[in-house]
């Protein structure tokens, strides 16, 4: 499944990303690729010790605690500290597939496993401001082709191939980051979403009805026997 989720950052706070990150210390992409991925992958990238990346990044989550959506598709568990990239002057990154763990640096030095169920990019440039850069998306449904509004993000599976065109024109900025979700099984994911939406939906359109109750035990009875926190 793939979901767009709008105004997830409000164009204050994407002017305040693009203003840190124009001054901030851009490595090579290739320096975090693994081996397949370093053959494809034409970026530059922020190292994940940057202040700027963890001040941005904290923000980058503050914001998904503010999102109902993101939450209801992604049922996070632990979501691995938000990257940021950057494609400019033909710049691309080829079809690949993530890695499926990253290890997060916990305290004392600890290496923390993240798997990684849910990608998401996280657009920081406008649309009009680059040519290419599309993210394109090998789903079970056919190939998507992505290229949002500053300051919206996509999720889809970790498991999907993808790829960011070549940038032709202008700088495409993008925060992304991998979530490991309660729930492993992407379809299973997708049930509770479906269900949680249409709980949503009824709760406004017939509040008092005790279908709702039930509804909402069949939620959360399903998540209790699907997820493994
Ligand atoms: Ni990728």
Redesign the pocket.
């Known amino acids: 499944m793939l979901l767009h989720i709008p105004n997830v950052l409000s164009a204050d706070e994407v002017a305040y990303f693009r203003h840190q990150l124009a001054g901030a210390g851009w490595a090579d992409g290739k320096l975090t690729a693994g081996y397949q ?1 370093a053959r494809a992958k034409d970026n530059a990238q922020l190292p994940d010790t940057d202040p700027v990346a963890r001040e941005l990044g904290g923000r980058v989550l503050d914001a998904l605690g503010r999102s109902p959506l993101f939450f209801s598709a992604v049922l996070p568990r632990r979501i691995f500290p938000p990257l940021f990239n950057r494609y400019a002057g033909g710049q691309s ?1 080829g079809f ?1 597939v ?1 890695n499926a763990i990253r290890y997060e640096r916990g305290a004392n030095g600890a290496q923390v496993p993240v798997r990684t169920d849910v ?1 998401t990019t996280l657009f920081l440039s406008s649309p009009d401001d680059y040519e290419g850069g599309e993210l394109v998306i090998q789903d079970t449904y056919g190939t998507q082709r992505v290229k949002l509004p500053a300051g919206d993000l996509v999720v889809y599976p970790g498991t999907s191939l ?1 790829e960011v065109t070549p940038v032709t024109r202008g700088e495409r900025l993008a925060s992304f980051f991998w979530t490991q979700s309660l729930v492993r099984d992407a379809g299973q994911r997708r049930e509770l979403f479906e269900l949680d939406r249409a709980i949503q939906r009824l709760t406004v359109a017939a509040p008092g009805d005790p279908a709702l109750v039930q509804l909402t035990g069949v939620y959360h009875n399903l998540l209790r026997r699907w997820s493994d926190a």
Do not use: E, N, P, T
């Open positions: 991925s990154f690949h993530d990608s993808h």
